[in-house]
């Protein structure tokens, strides 16, 4: 009697082995982000354990600003960062900083309601229903080089324009663009969710435009860290469980916008990003379902910046795209 119990406890541990990998066995991935929506399949990871299935143990480290997580990958603080594409990262990998581009986290895609350049209540009355109206007048940014200097620029340029048909002012925070409109110190500014429904609701404020709706755009991606590239087994492992994060985002938030996995993404959001849920719901970001980086967007984007002088070299997309590691992920995963 024995026996048969013995080989069968023995059967039972084997099997567990393929059901859970424990916790002593998980590679632990430090990965530096910033508490927005569009950190969401981040957050559905860590939480449905997706990464842990691929046997990877998602250490988040939190920043308030962009800047500095180049900076921490760059000293091997932290393994894959999670961030916009600004000038000012181009320009630290232009500069020999060891990051690559890997895959999707985000972009503006017509439909999605995300940002917008809004203009005062008096700019509004004047008749300011277009782009070409604010020729001659104030546009505030965050920055020069920023995401929305890029969005403005390109925007001006499909209407036959340049940067240097208006002011552009940089303001410092998404606060100071808010505030500056509705107080009318200048005439118009972009602006976020969940903001603009706020202001337009208020009635400070009115939409001239959404970017996503004229400019498909990779605003942000993640980035692979030079020593945890040479992980080659834990950056496709955690890159699988990214592409399943996604999955779950894409199919639960994006395509479904009611039921309880689309409030359960909801809820799971707001609780990193300390969002209220219905903040949260005006503002979920367009991701690829399987985290697959719109590639061709990074070259132009390149081009333009070192063509408005915002980098100081030029630079293929080749020198800093690595697409190797999603596409050994979606073999592994299948589609």
Not at 56 to 67: D, G, L, Q, Y
Not at 154 to 175: Q, R, T, Y
Not at 237 to 256: E, P, T
Request: with cysteine; glycine share 8%.
């Amino acid at each position: 009697m024995k026996k048969p119990m013995i080989s069968i406890l023995l059967l039972c541990f084997v099997f567990s082995l393929f059901v859970s990998i424990p916790a002593w066995a998980l590679t632990t991935v430090k990965v530096g982000a910033l508490r927005l929506s569009s950190t969401a399949p981040i957050f559905i990871g860590m939480d449905k354990g997706f990464f842990e299935a691929e046997g990877v143990k998602v250490e988040p480290v939190w920043f308030k600003a962009a800047a500095p997580i180049a900076v921490a990958m760059a000293s091997g603080d932290i393994d894959v960062g999670a961030t916009g594409l600004t000038a000012a990262l181009y320009n630290s990998i232009a500069q020999g900083m060891k990051i690559t581009v890997v895959a999707d986290k985000g972009r503006e895609w017509p439909g999605y309601k995300l940002t917008a350049i809004i203009v005062n209540p008096e700019q509004w009355k004047a008749g300011v229903r277009d782009l070409k109206d604010l020729k001659g007048k104030r546009v505030g940014i965050t920055q020069m080089g920023s995401t929305f200097h890029y969005i403005l620029g390109n925007l001006l340029e499909k209407k036959g324009m340049s940067l240097g048909d208006v002011k552009v002012v940089p303001l410092g925070s998404v606060a100071s663009m808010r505030d500056t409109v509705i107080t009318h110190q200048i005439e118009s500014a972009f602006l976020v969710q969940p903001h603009i429904t706020a202001v337009e609701k208020e009635g400070k404020a009115h939409v001239l435009l959404w970017a996503g709706d004229h400019l498909p755009y990779q605003i942000a991606a993640n980035f692979y860290g030079e020593k945890f590239m040479k992980n080659r087994s834990g950056a496709v492992a955690f890159m699988k469980g990214y592409i399943r994060s996604c999955r779950y985002y894409y199919d639960n938030a994006l395509a479904k916008k009611e039921g309880p996995q689309y409030q359960e993404v909801i809820q799971l959001i707001a609780k990193y990003t300390e969002e209220k849920p219905e903040a949260v719901a005006l503002a979920l970001p367009y991701m690829d379902r399987n985290g697959e980086l719109y590639a061709e967007d990074i070259q132009k984007q390149l081009d333009w910046y070192e063509r408005n002088g915002m980098i100081s070299k030029k630079m293929a997309a080749t020198e800093l795209v690595d697409l190797s590691f999603w596409k050994e992920a979606m073999t592994q995963l299948g589609k």
